[in-house]
């Protein structure tokens, strides 16, 4: 296993914090691939740790979603199920459709006044990231892009739980935004979602997020079924 990753350094306070973080960073970016096995030993090396303190940071991630803790074998990255997939798509669609709506309502009462000029830059950008086949940057932008719009709900508490369905979506949605006309699509949805937020119409706000989202699903959903079909 060929590892890079930040190194943390002894004596910080929040030491297992930080080696946490960075170990989540590393598999919600694919530097460390579903089902793979979480090297306590090399870990500790690239980041000038303890094992002590890797075993800890990793143990503290085993209600993230993101690895299995499995007896006698170790910890690994978790590989999500289809099933796993639908559900996550559908608290997302729940969250996400309730923070359009809520940013809408903000920015026709006043409440979110840079939120429109935030949008119409990031739609520009994703744009020209899409004309020019900047996947990897796409990607970036449409995280910042729903970020925007969580950030404008003003909802605290749905974003952090936005935030740790994300966490555990990383795990397969970079491959659905692999595709030139799948992201095409999301730019088109997305275009969408701005325009009603812009306007400040909630309700159309909540149905075209939701409806992103559903077409989401869809399009992995046909992505897998490519796969399966190709791998028999």
Not at 22 to 45: C, F, P, T
Not at 88 to 112: D, H, W
Not at 179 to 190: C, D, G, M
Request: glycine content about 8%; aromatic content about 4%.
């Amino acid at each position: 296993m060929t590892i890079s990753a930040r190194t943390i350094g002894q004596g910080r306070a929040t030491l297992a914090g930080e080696v946490r973080g960075e170990i989540e960073r590393m598999i919600v970016e694919g530097d460390l691939a579903a089902g793979e096995k979480l090297n306590e030993l090399a870990l500790s090396n690239v980041m000038g740790v303890s094992r002590g303190t890797v075993r800890e940071a990793i143990r503290s991630l085993a209600d993230s979603g993101l690895i299995d803790l499995i007896a006698n074998r170790g910890a690994f990255v978790h590989e999500t199920t289809l099933g796993e997939v639908r559900n996550l798509y559908e608290l997302r669609a729940a969250i996400f459709g309730l923070a359009c709506a809520s940013s809408a309502r903000r920015v026709r009462e006043s409440t979110e006044p840079n939120l429109p000029n935030a949008l119409t830059k990031n739609i520009a950008k994703m744009e020209k990231a899409h004309k020019s086949g900047e996947t990897a940057a796409y990607y970036k932008l449409n995280i910042e892009f729903h970020d925007l719009l969580l950030h404008g709900a003003g909802n605290p508490r749905a974003k952090a739980m936005y935030d740790n369905l994300v966490k555990e979506m990383h795990l397969f949605r970079r491959r659905g935004l692999s595709v030139p006309h799948n992201i095409a699509r999301s730019l088109e949805e997305h275009s969408a979602i701005s325009d009603a937020v812009i306007s400040g119409d909630a309700e159309a706000a909540r149905k075209a997020a939701e409806h992103h989202i559903a077409a989401s699903l869809t399009r992995y959903m046909k992505m897998v079924e490519k796969e399966d079909v190709g791998s028999t």
